[in-house]
């Protein structure tokens, strides 16, 4: 059973940055793994997802040169860094495990699921 527990969230402003990072139980080496997130009263959408290695990634259009999205297999850990924040970056952020061997961003391919952190961009 993965578990997967992230940290990171707050209250920032417009313009800000905040590094998310997402803890795992460990047996996630081999995992594609991912970031989403789910604003409120929509969606949950994906924000970036990255291979076992971190050699690829992938991120949504809206996210593509303000969020990096990365892993430290050594720590178990895997990061999102989120520059350039706008109010419409406000949503609760899950960090997700999926037992694809390739990269993806699709969310009905990821099967464990962290609790999620509260990111809040004020304007």
């Known amino acids: 059973q993965v578990q997967l527990v992230e940290s990171g969230g707050g209250l920032v402003q417009a313009g800000d940055s905040l590094r998310l990072s997402c803890a795992t139980s460990?047996?996630?080496?081999?995992?594609?793994m991912g970031w989403f997130r789910q604003p409120p009263g929509k969606e949950r959408e994906c924000v970036a997802g990255?291979?076992?290695?971190?050699?690829?990634?992938d991120y949504a259009d809206s996210m593509k040169g303000r969020f990096t999205i990365s892993r430290d297999n050594a720590k178990n850990t895997v990061y999102l860094q989120m520059n350039s924040l706008k109010p419409e970056d406000t949503a609760v952020y899950y960090c997700?495990?999926?037992?694809?061997?390739?990269?993806?961003?699709?969310?009905?391919?990821?099967?464990?699921w962290g609790q999620g952190t509260q990111v809040t961009v004020s304007s």
């Open positions: 460990g047996r996630t080496l081999s995992y594609v």
């Open positions: 997700a495990s999926s037992r694809v061997r390739t990269l993806t961003t699709r969310l009905s391919d990821f099967g464990s």
């Open positions: 990255i291979d076992w290695s971190g050699g690829s990634t």
